[in-house]
């Protein structure tokens, strides 16, 4: 009989009682920058379990304000990537590339990583069959590889939408890595029935929607936050390599009244020695090769 | 368990929109706008006037700054009413002060109800803009065409009649829209809509008739929001105001002409308080060279001179 109380997706690997963790060149942290490039739909069909839109649709200004993303935002947080050699990692609504391509041509040019966040937006995972959730794998591998020439390493559910055999799927289709989970700051593996599966720290505190929106911060004081939480753990990196990503939205970080302060708070970091400005799938793949197999030994110990 | 077969089919995958209300374009690319003078930045003082009806009600959702409490709810009754008593003067003496030009949205019902506040704007030559009939009336697709055009014909003729100028920019009670909105304007003879938050641009959106142009008003970072849902201080709000203009303004350069409006409920930026801020805030934008102060109407018959052909 499962356990409905525990996801069963990790083994408790306590902070300080776990294999050392270094990162290419001796790096105490690595530092990944997530932004999620997303298409929201004007007219999306109902789900069972949530509703796109708060209001009735259409809902103009909710619509509207996504859409802001893609017209004027994404511009001003590429730009403040650029001015530091930051590489994006993008949480992509692969129905991205058919609508905008232009926007994921300058991603690819700049080698920037796409994975997967689902097709759309506002199409949720919630309710949909194992058959139906294995289709939207599928169709965001084929459609990242078309366009992009990019096999996807990473996985982000539509909206965090997850059901309890989506991490089963996932490895079973050849992804690397989840960014669902949000119970560690290093890489760790994920329970899975067959194949192999990590999580990445993805973090919500440091993600836009949640600084802006959910705990209602000032531009500024968001600024200072990815500050803090950077020299926090590029602290305790000396112990052992730690990870920190900020996941974005480009239609929240990038407008005119919050970028300044973003744009310092990269250039904070990448102002640092020993800080590997990497991407998911290089995190996932360095973790894998130097620490899955211990990792996977210390936390069946732990269990025994 | 499983959803309908429709849920995993996505008619609207395709290039561009998903819709057909206006192509996508990316602010960067557009061609250059030159405002007045060389000016880099259009400031487009917003001030809103709204009555919020003692027995508004809730459809089909509450418009922001909406009634709560149990009728009668005297208590946010009378405290948005202040603006229009009170504190739109305090913002007006600020506009003399500095000798800005200015759109005002106003309902229409402000203007049935207190005809001499709309003579004391329009002695001032401040552009009246449309802003529905009250905010217990949301236009939405629970209303037939025939309902909200009827909406549509009677806020612009009263405000067209109180203010003695035709109406040609519109912002619906909480932005909120049904399909039809932007064909019933286009054929009340809107010419430009500030309900769409997507760009910081002007924008042609198509219509059943004439195109309406949409215009950038600030959403996330109008005093509303970053006073009374995202419980910013006074300080917040000029420091995001101050750090807006400055993207503006710097990016102008590059890239032509930017706009910056400035939301200014009369309830909520016109207390007492607040009015420092907004002092601060004014000074400081026209304490620039590279400024031009100008109306809806005058930014977008400019912007329509330079991009229609």
């Known amino acids: 009989m499962t356990n409905q109380a525990d996801p069963q997706l990790y083994s408790f690997l306590s902070y300080h009682r776990r294999p050392k963790i270094t990162w290419p060149n001796g790096a105490r942290i690595a530092v990944w920058v997530a932004p999620n490039i997303e298409f929201y739909e004007f007219d999306p069909p109902p789900n069972p379990k949530r509703k796109p839109w708060a209001r009735p649709l259409p809902d103009v200004l909710a619509y509207s304000h996504r859409d802001y993303g893609n017209r004027a935002g994404w511009q001003r947080m590429m730009d403040a990537m650029d001015a530091v050699g930051i590489r994006g990692s993008v949480s992509l609504n692969v129905a991205m590339c058919e609508h905008h391509p232009e926007i994921i041509e300058e991603c690819n040019e700049r080698g920037w990583e796409f994975y997967s966040h689902g097709i759309y937006n506002t199409r949720y995972t919630y309710g949909m069959s194992i058959e139906q959730e294995r289709e939207i794998i599928v169709d965001s591998i084929e459609t990242v590889r078309k366009w992009t020439g990019q096999s996807i390493a990473g996985w982000l559910s539509p909206a965090l939408s997850n059901n309890v055999w989506t991490m089963d799927l996932l490895a079973e289709a050849g992804i690397r890595y989840t960014c669902d989970l949000f119970h560690d700051d290093q890489p760790m593996p994920v329970a899975v029935k067959s194949g192999k599966l990590i999580s990445i720290p993805y973090s919500l505190e440091m993600n836009d929607v949640i600084a802006y929106l959910t705990n209602q911060c000032p531009p500024r004081h968001y600024g200072e936050t990815i500050k803090r939480q950077f020299d926090q753990l590029y602290a305790e990196g000396e112990r052992s390599g730690t990870v920190m990503c900020i996941p974005l939205h480009p239609y929240l970080v990038g407008h005119p009244h919050r970028i300044q302060p973003f744009a310092e708070a990269l250039q904070h970091i990448a102002g640092h020695d020993d800080v590997w400005l990497a991407t998911g799938r290089e995190i996932a793949e360095h973790f894998y090769s130097h620490y899955y197999d211990d990792m996977l030994t210390a936390g069946a110990e732990v269990k025994s | ?309």
Request: hydrophobic letters at 40%; a negative charge; one cysteine or more.
């Open chain 2, 1 to 309: 368990m499983s959803l309908p077969p429709e849920y995993m089919q996505y008619p609207m995958r395709r290039h561009g929109m998903d819709h057909d209300r206006y192509p996508w374009s990316s602010l960067t690319d557009r061609p250059r706008i030159e405002w007045p003078g060389g000016a880099r930045v259009a400031l487009w003082v917003t001030p809103i006037l709204q009555w919020f009806p003692l027995n508004m009600t809730a459809t089909p959702f509450l418009a922001p700054g909406g009634l709560t409490m149990p009728y009668p709810d005297y208590r946010h009754y009378t405290n948005r009413d202040y603006g229009n008593r009170v504190g739109i003067f305090r913002i007006l003496d600020l506009l003399d002060r500095y000798k800005l030009a200015a759109s005002t949205f106003v309902n229409a019902a402000i203007a049935e109800r207190y005809p001499s506040l709309l003579r004391d704007l329009v002695g001032r030559k401040i552009e009246i803009v449309g802003h529905g009939l009250d905010m217990g009336h949301l236009h939405h697709s629970g209303l037939s065409e025939v309902q909200e055009a009827e909406l549509v014909k009677r806020s612009c003729d009263v405000l067209a009649s109180a203010a003695g100028q035709s109406i040609k920019g519109w912002l619906s009670p909480g932005r909120s829209q049904s399909w039809h909105t932007l064909d019933i304007l286009a054929a009340h003879g809107i010419e430009y809509c500030c309900d769409w938050a997507n760009d910081d641009m002007p924008y042609e959106m198509h219509t059943s008739g004439k195109d309406v142009l949409s215009m950038p008003l600030v959403h996330e970072s109008d005093d509303r929001m970053i006073l009374q849902e995202f419980r910013h201080t006074e300080e917040d709000w000029l420091a995001q105001t101050k750090d807006r203009f400055d993207v503006l303004y710097r990016e102008a350069e590059r890239y032509g002409g930017r706009i910056m409006s400035l939301p200014l409920h009369a309830w909520i930026m016109g207390v007492p308080y607040r009015a420092t801020y907004l002092r601060e805030a004014l000074e400081y934008i026209a304490g620039h060279d590279k400024v031009w102060v100008a109306t809806g109407q005058h930014i977008a018959a400019e912007f329509r001179r330079q991009t229609t052909r």
